[in-house]
């Protein structure tokens, strides 16, 4: 059974970090991309970023130069270190992850409430 487990999350004022982490265990298999996506009240779903196999990593313009993705293929888990907080960052934010075969995983949403 396939677990992908969220941490991280929390209540930080702006200009503060946050590191969100997201484990994948059981039989996934081998993972091509993993990524994050984040969702805002009364706002859709969106990628914030994404980071291949390959270490190839895609980013939304709003959180350039402020977020960095990155993976452990021996842990199996992605980070998103989140630096310069913006009150337009809160949201849940959702771990996804993309096996190389089978079905694509969601994560269970982790809270982050940025305070001006």
């Known amino acids: 059974q396939v677990q992908l487990v969220e941490s991280g999350g929390g209540l930080v004022q702006a200009g503060r970090s946050l590191r969100l982490s997201c484990a994948a265990s059981?039989?996934?298999?081998?993972?091509?991309?993993m990524g994050w996506y984040r969702q805002a009240p009364g706002k859709q779903r969106e990628l914030v970023a994404r980071?291949?196999?390959?270490?190839?990593?895609t980013y939304a313009d709003s959180v350039k130069g402020r977020f960095t993705i990155s993976r452990d293929n021996v842990k199996n888990t992605v980070y998103l270190q989140m630096n310069s907080l913006k009150p337009e960052d809160t949201a849940v934010y959702y771990c996804?992850?993309?096996?190389?075969?089978?079905?694509?995983?969601w994560g269970q949403g982790t809270q982050v409430t940025v305070s001006s």
């Open positions: 996804n992850v993309i096996p190389w075969v089978g079905t694509v995983y």
């Open positions: 059981g039989s996934i298999g081998y993972i091509n991309t």
């Open positions: 980071i291949t196999s390959g270490e190839s990593t």
